[in-house]
């Protein structure tokens, strides 16, 4: 199952790991995915969402 949330698609980047001598290696980012249950058209579906979506979908209801 690949690392990407289903609410905004965010996905790991790639980039360099940097030593102190600047040698330059590959590393990856991966997105903070969680299993969480929220509601689409009415119904509970469990989805896996990145933790700052969920923050922004739980702040949005709270209001």
């Known amino acids: 199952m690949p690392r990407v949330c289903s609410v905004t698609g965010k996905k790991t980047l ?12 590959r590393r990856k980012w991966s997105v903070n995915l969680q299993k969480a ?14 933790a700052r979506a969920l ?5 949005q209801q709270a209001r």
């Open 55 to 59: 923050k922004t979908l739980k702040a």
């Open 14 to 25: 790639s980039g360099n790991k940097r030593s102190h001598s600047l040698r330059a290696t």
């Open 37 to 50: 249950t929220i509601m689409v058209d009415g119904k509970p579906t469990k989805v896996r969402i990145s």
